[in-house]
């Protein structure tokens, strides 16, 4: 099993709660993280150590005006 970190930001981007959680794979990680969602949390981030998997809402790129 693989270890994952669960972390819920607040909308400023502090951090709200973190949750350690052993899963199988990404997928049984990303479902326990929506699970697991702590009260009042803007976003999601799933990480299997340094890596990234999971984010949500996701980030939006930044927009170029076309003007």
């Not at 270890?3 to 997928?27: F, Q, T, W």
Request: with cysteine; charged share 20%.
């Amino acid at each position: 099993m693989t270890n994952y970190e669960i972390c819920y930001l607040n909308e400023d981007g502090s951090l709200n709660a973190r949750i350690a959680a052993e899963c199988v794979n990404d997928m049984q990680a990303k479902i326990l993280a929506h699970a697991m969602k702590a009260a009042g949390a803007a976003r999601i981030e799933v990480w299997d150590g340094v890596n990234l998997i999971y984010e949500r809402p996701e980030t939006i790129p930044a927009r170029v005006a076309a003007f």
